[in-house]
């Protein structure tokens, strides 16, 4: 297995733990609990964030062209309405 297929597979599986904190989050009672996942979640985000970073310098990952400002102006009067 080559790095980019790794590095691919850890963005892909660290996704996936985010996905997972945001689904348990709001669905416990438990205060600590709770103050426990979100602090899982937020070591889970910085360890995207680097692994982001490693495959951006590599060329391993091409964000999507930014949004023009219609495109965001569009958007925007879709989640705004009455605006």
């Not at 310098?57 to 949004?67: D, G, L, N, T, V």
């Amino acid at each position: 297995m080559d790095e980019k297929t790794m590095v691919s597979d850890a963005l892909v599986g660290i996704n996936g733990e985010l996905k997972m904190f945001g689904d348990m989050i709001p669905q416990t009672e438990n205060k600590e609990l709770k103050q426990c996942l979100k602090q899982m979640r937020n070591q889970c985000e910085m360890s995207q964030e680097k692994m982001y970073d490693a495959a951006r310098e590599r060329s391993y990952y091409i964000p999507a062209a930014k949004a023009t400002q219609d495109e965001i102006s569009h958007v925007k009067s879709i989640l705004q309405p009455g605006q």
